[in-house]
Structures are given as C-alpha cells and as structure tokens.
C-alpha cells in the first residue's frame, strides 16, 4: 500500500467507479484513517469519502474500492463497519 500524507475527499470521491488498474484512492489509506474514527456517523462518513462503492445492509457495512495493489495482482479497499449509524471499526484489506 503505498500512502501520501493528504487526504483529499475530492479526489476520494471522483474515483468511485473508476477501473481497479486506474483507481488511485490507496495512497490516500493513512490519511483516511486518522480523518475517521470510532463513534463517527455514517452520514459524515458519506459527506467526507461519497457514496461507498457497495453495502450490505445486513452487516452495516460499507465497502470503498481502492483498486489494485501497486506490486501485485490483489485488489484492496477499505471497509467501515457500523452499529447504531455510527462506526464501530474501519479498516483496509485485500482480496
């Protein structure tokens, strides 16, 4: 995962739908996880990162795509889990 010190939600938010081999939301990974934190609503979250790219309304949970990782084969992305509307856990991973 390669990272960069600025978040930018602009840049975040026009990548929703781009080709796994273009999206370049991953080097925004670090940034994004000191902007959200535990007990933060879903719609801040929505306000901050746009729509997530797929959820699941069983689990309370959102999916970002992140796009493929920069040496390898496997697609990462970033999940935020939530409970009563607000986050309970983020976190990013592959597949």
Excluded: C
């Excluded at 010190?5 to 000191?34: C, H, I, L, P, Y």
């Amino acid at each position: 995962m390669q990272t960069t010190t600025q978040f930018d939600s602009s840049a975040w938010k026009s990548q929703r739908g781009v080709d796994t081999r273009q999206n370049q939301r991953g080097t925004m990974v670090a940034s994004v996880e000191k902007a959200l934190h535990a007990g933060m609503s879903r719609d801040d979250v929505i306000q901050l990162l746009g729509e997530p790219d797929s959820s699941d309304a069983a689990t309370t949970t959102d999916l970002y795509e992140l796009g493929v990782a920069q040496y390898g084969i496997d697609e990462e992305f970033y999940e935020i889990v939530y409970k009563d509307g607000k986050i309970a856990s983020h976190r990013w991973g592959r597949r």
